[in-house]
């Protein structure tokens, strides 16, 4: 399926009366979906463990 295809088949798929903030945020939400996908793919991950030791290492405030 191509960009223009997945980006047409999302907007067909909101309501009627969406708005276009809500259609920005839609194809912005496929949009990091698809790099996420490709991170994976490219072995670009971590593991669990690593990332809560780093979460847990943060300062909140």
């Keep these: 399926m191509t960009t223009k295809q997945k ?3 999302v907007i067909e798929s909101l309501d009627q009366d969406v708005t276009m903030d ?3 945020d839609k194809l912005y939400l496929l949009r990091k979906i698809e790099l996420g996908i490709a991170q994976a793919d ?10 809560m030791a780093e979460l847990e290492g943060e300062d909140v405030g």
């Design 22 to 24: 809500q259609v920005i």
């Design 42 to 51: 490219a072995g670009d991950v971590m593991d669990h463990d690593e990332f």
């Design 7 to 9: 980006a047409i088949s």
